[in-house]
């Protein structure tokens, strides 16, 4: 009698199931977002003056707040993107030692 080989069964395949992705949430979550902003511009049109060094100017206090927040997000974002690239590059010099390590 023929010995069968003990190879492992092959996985199954399970079907993917798509469930929402959470876009409207976030287009809802946008349009609210934006519609208090709105009504913040609308409150907030009296004139500031703004002087940083040599330069003064008066604008809304609306805009000197957006221009904040923009410039936060912006150094946000870019701090972000550097530990990112930095995280992943330290994690690719720990996956190429190991596999030389795995060698010998």
Known sequence: MPQESAAPPEPTRRKREYRSTGVWASVVVFALAAAAFLVF???????????????HVEVSLAAVVFGAMLLGSLLTITVGAVWRFRRRRELRRREELRTLRSRF
């Open 41 to 55: 511009i609308a409150q907030n049109t009296e004139q500031v003056a703004v002087h940083w060094t040599a330069w």
